[in-house]
């Protein structure tokens, strides 16, 4: 059984960094893409970031690149969202998903809360 | 980026009644390798999205075949079978042809 859980979401001051990490389980990680979307309260869905199977490629939408990294440890089968210079904007519930080249975001992880407030 | 419209914005629905729903794309999502990267996804209240429909009309793992997707270019749509009461909660569209990945706005189904 496929299996995404997120952890290190949290409250956090604008400007601030935050990292999120995803562990995998049930399939076999460094074999697909995996990405990050997110959802800020009572909205809708938003893309944040994919990476390829090695790592050495990443994508990123303009509202988050420069200031979001993704990347990936395959012998951990982990996924990580570090996250700096952080605004309110980017309040919101963050979900971990397996990117499969033809059928997209085809599992989610359960979400992590990520606020950011003074 | 890609705008995806979708109507109704919410939808009411008796159990058993069938329902459509329409996701219009500002651009064409035929790519020109002649693939179609349109993807349907279902939020029920307090859960995660799940993958219904991939490639447009392909159905997701495990997902009832009350679901159907069809549509081409533009205008695409979402139709449900006989809706049944795990049916509720958001439906969202999305497309994966053009950078960035863009997802609708979404449709709120509710049972009458």
């Known amino acids: 059984e496929v299996q995404l859980v997120e952890s290190g979401g949290g409250l956090v001051q604008p400007g601030r960094s935050l990292k999120l990490s995803c562990a995998a389980s049930?399939?076999?990680?460094?074999?697909?893409?995996m990405a990050w979307v997110r959802q800020a309260p009572k909205k809708g869905l938003e893309w944040v970031a994919t990476?390829?199977?090695?790592?050495?490629?990443?994508y990123y939408p303009d509202s988050v690149k420069g200031r979001f990294t993704i990347s990936r440890d395959n012998a951990k089968s982990s996924l990580y969202l570090q996250m700096n210079s952080l605004k309110s904007e980017d309040t919101a519930t963050y979900y971990c998903?397996?990117?499969?080249?033809?059928?997209?975001?085809?599992?989610w992880g359960q979400g992590v809360m990520v606020t950011v407030s003074s | 980026d890609v705008v995806l419209t979708q109507t109704p914005s919410t939808l009411s629905a008796t159990i058993g009644q069938s329902v459509s729903i329409s996701c219009r794309s500002s651009?064409?999502?035929?790519?020109?390798?002649?693939?179609?990267?349109l993807y349907w996804y279902l939020q029920r209240p307090g859960q995660s999205p799940q993958l219904l429909i991939y490639?447009?009309?392909n159905l997701g793992s495990g997902v009832p075949n009350r679901f159907s997707g069809s549509g081409s270019g533009t205008d695409f749509t979402l139709k449900i079978s006989g809706v049944e009461a795990e049916d509720l909660g958001v439906y969202y569209c999305?497309?994966?042809?053009?950078?960035?990945?863009?997802f609708g706005s979404g449709t709120k189904l509710e049972i009458k």
């Open positions: 998903a397996r990117h499969d080249t033809i059928a997209a975001f085809d599992y």
């Open positions: 049930g399939f076999t990680f460094s074999n697909y893409y």
């Open positions: 990476i390829s199977t090695s790592g050495s490629r990443t």
């Open positions: 651009q064409s999502l035929l790519d020109s390798a002649g693939n179609t990267y």
């Open positions: 490639l447009v009309s």
């Open positions: 999305m497309q994966a042809t053009h950078a960035p990945l863009t």
